[in-house]
Structures are given as C-alpha cells and as structure tokens.
C-alpha cells in the first residue's frame, strides 16, 4: 500500500484525503470472509471532484489475492486526464517511471499508459478542444 500510495500520490500528483483500516463484521460482510482486515486510501484527483480509492486486503496475503484466484480483483484500467500529454509523458521520465510507451492518437485523443506498482494500467489521456472527458469529446 505505501508503495502505491507513493505512486498515485508523489507521481500522479493525487492527494490523499484519508486512510483508514478496515476490519470487523462489516469487512467480513464486505468481502465473504471471515477476519477480513485492510487498508483504505482515498486520493482525490487535483482539480476535479474525482476520487480514486486504493485498498489492499491484509488477511490475504502479500499479493492481495482471494484464496485460489488467478490474481487480485480490481480496477483493469484507470484513465486519468491531463491538460498537457508531453509535459505528463516527461514529467513521469524525469520521476524515473518508465511509460508503456510514446503518446499516440486514437480517434483525435492523445493518450499513453504507464503500470502503477502492481501493474494496473493507468491512462493518461488529453481530449482536444478544451474537452475534459470522453462524454464532452464524443458530443455527449
């Protein structure tokens, strides 16, 4: 969790607006599991009032997993705007993360992925014409 938290928040740029452990009947309610505890990170997304939530399962092990899972259920992909794609791109390389690859254009929207420290994908994404999400870029 500390690794990812320095991640999203010394990285991305997202602030953290609480942590909590998780634990009790609720969490067993939660999850279906009996002695479920963990930890819970709320980040919040500079500028919006988008927030991202990272959590992390103690009572399963290192890696988060249930109990004869492939891997850890969660987020396939998290997308993440920014006004200025380049400047992101090269902010990330001189923060020494390494992006999955150069910014490409699909469909007028300039966009790269870059893995957190688990390896979830994260889009970066800069919508033209002053759009700042896909719903306003596509007319909707």
Do not use: W
Request: hydrophobic share 40%; with cysteine; glycine share 16%.
């Amino acid at each position: 969790m500390d690794r990812a938290l320095r991640f999203y928040r010394d990285v991305l740029g997202l602030e953290p607006i609480f942590d909590v452990a998780l634990g009790g009947d609720g969490m067993a309610a939660a999850t279906g599991e009996a002695g479920a505890h963990g930890r819970m990170i709320g980040c919040k997304v500079p500028g919006s009032g988008v927030a991202l939530e990272l959590l992390c399962f103690g009572h399963r092990g290192e890696d988060g997993a249930r109990p004869g899972a492939a891997r850890p259920t969660g987020y396939t992909n998290v997308s993440l705007a920014v006004e200025d794609l380049e400047a992101t791109h090269a902010a990330l390389l001189a923060a020494g993360v390494t992006p999955l690859q150069r910014p490409f254009e699909v469909g007028g929207v300039r966009m790269f992925f870059v893995a957190d420290p688990d390896g979830t994908p994260i889009e970066l994404i800069e919508f033209p014409n002053g759009a700042t999400r896909s719903a306003q870029h596509n007319g909707a």
